[in-house]
């Protein structure tokens, strides 16, 4: 069964200082990941997503992840964070449908704190 | 509409009742899911309906959990005899298809009492 995994409940930085939120998959073939952005009372807001093809992808609000096949990772970064970044940050994996029949797979999630 | 819509936005029941969560997608999604978003348990997949065609039933968490979706649009996830364990915010996401972005609702908080 696919897995992730969070390892930062929660993460407190800096008013423009750099940002990575670590996630780690367990899936038995290519995996589709996904980061995605909740803040408090709202849905959930996709930043970024790997398929295929180039292992570092570009997402809104400037962030970026990297895909290590061999690390089972997919980091999530940040040059520069923003006070309005502060949220919770979800990674997910899907199956190679994308998260077709059997849905995404989420992790628990880390609560990004900004201190000014 | 713009985005995927659900109501209610929050819903208080007492224990043992049912509760029906509506969820409508976004104009010409296919593929609607339906997750539970619990401190607990973190957000768990619970079922996915592609179209028209019979839904992937095995992440309801028990068979007091139901869902159906009414003409490949509107999906309506139905919980008999309501336990305080099902209280959490359910959410619905749809997308245009097989790897395709899915899109998330901004939920409904149940709270069973």
């Known amino acids: 069964a696919q897995s992730v995994t969070q390892p930062d409940i929660h993460i407190t930085v800096s008013e423009g200082a750099s940002l990575e939120l670590r996630c780690n998959y367990s899936?038995?073939?290519?995996?589709?990941l996904f980061w995605y952005v909740q803040s408090p009372g709202q849905g959930l807001q996709l930043l970024l997503k790997y398929f295929s093809g180039d292992t570092l992808v570009q997402g809104i609000k400037g962030f970026e992840a990297e895909f290590k096949r061999s690390q089972s990772s997919f980091n999530l970064r940040k040059p520069s964070v923003h006070w309005s970044d502060a949220a919770e940050y979800f990674c997910?994996?899907?199956?190679?449908?994308?998260?077709?029949?059997?849905?995404?797979?989420f992790g628990k999630g880390t609560h990004l704190i900004i201190q000014p | 509409g713009a985005g995927v819509s659900q109501s209610p936005s929050n819903k208080v029941t007492e224990k043992g009742k049912d509760v029906e969560l509506r969820c409508d997608p976004i104009s010409g999604h296919t593929a609607l899911y339906w997750y539970r978003q619990s401190l607990g348990q973190g957000l768990e997949f619970l079922i996915y309906?592609?179209?028209?065609?019979?839904?992937?039933k095995s992440g309801l968490p028990s068979d007091r959990f139901s869902a159906e979706r009414t003409g490949g649009s509107v999906s309506t996830l139905t919980i008999q005899r309501t336990q305080q364990e099902d209280s959490a915010v359910y959410l619905c996401?749809?997308?245009?298809?097989?790897?395709?972005?899915?899109?998330f609702g901004p939920g409904t908080r149940l709270t069973v009492l």
């Open positions: 309906f592609q179209g028209n065609s019979a839904p992937d």
């Open positions: 899936y038995g073939a290519t995996p589709y």
């Open positions: 997910a994996v899907g199956g190679n449908s994308g998260g077709g029949a059997d849905g995404l797979t």
């Open positions: 996401a749809t997308s245009g298809g097989l790897r395709d972005t899915q899109y």
